[in-house]
């Protein structure tokens, strides 16, 4: 225990911030939820224009509220007061190695990350939804971009992170596949063939629409990290 806990504080002070401004900014900007409202936005705007009846619409709505209160319901208010462990920018020792950004602060536990777990299986049920093989590679880049900035920040060591990760991963999966279960007893034909859309019935045009958003935000992130420096 004691050599793992040595080289979870190794890792952390790779990814922990250092001398840059910009950086700090950046991550701050980043790791806030109100952030990723457009790509939430977007997402939504995806399930409405491609599903044909209010009831696919909620059965994605109710599944995507299913997988953020099991992902961030099981890490906020039973893992962590269970566990206990403080966040590196808490404790006190390990504090002293660390760069810490003027203003960060959470008096709530570090294992595991519900910013990992949260984001991860957003990522996993709307990859499976969608299947569009650009969108998997930028909603799962998404939350490691989230993950970074709890390292960054000091709020999470690496393996608080990883856990978070296979959590919201697993979480997604499960939800996805209960989805899926009611999804067919309603609408038993469920395959698309058409380069219009993907092998789920997702118009390959609105899939744009959710990348040019997380685009979008991601440099509005970056521009204000930089406003600093005008």
């Known amino acids: 225990m004691q050599t793992f806990t040595e080289i979870d504080h190794s890792l952390l002070q790779l990814f922990n911030g250092g001398s840059s401004l910009f950086l700090d900014n950046l991550a701050v900007t980043l790791t806030n939820g109100l952030t990723w409202i457009p790509l939430y936005l977007a997402l939504f705007y995806i399930v409405v224009k491609n599903n044909e009846t209010m009831k696919q619409i909620m059965l994605v709505v109710a599944c995507v509220c299913v997988c953020m209160i099991l992902a961030d319901g099981v890490t906020d208010y039973i893992v962590k007061p269970a566990v ?5 920018l808490n404790d006190e020792i390990v504090r002293c190695s660390l760069h810490i950004v003027d203003g ?3 008096n709530s536990f570090s294992f595991f990350s519900a910013h990992a ?5 957003v990522a996993m049920f709307f990859s499976l939804l969608i299947r ?6 930028a909603l799962f880049g998404w939350s490691a971009v989230n993950c970074w ?15 978070g990760l296979l959590w919201g991963a697993a979480v997604g999966f499960v939800v ?6 009611l999804y067919l007893k309603l609408y038993p034909n469920y395959n698309y063939v058409s380069s219009q859309y993907t092998s789920t019935g997702y118009n390959h045009a609105d899939v744009d629409v959710v990348l040019v958003v997380l685009l979008a935000t991601v440099l509005c992130a970056v521009m204000q990290a930089l406003w600093v420096f005008v």
């Open 84 to 88: 206990g462990r403080l966040r590196p």
């Open 104 to 106: 960060q602060y959470d």
């Open 117 to 121: 777990a949260n984001t991860c299986c």
């Open 132 to 137: 569009n093989r650009q969108l998997v590679m």
């Open 149 to 163: 900035t709890r390292l960054y920040l000091g709020f999470h060591y690496p393996s608080d992170v990883l856990v």
């Open 176 to 181: 996805y596949m209960a989805y899926l279960q």
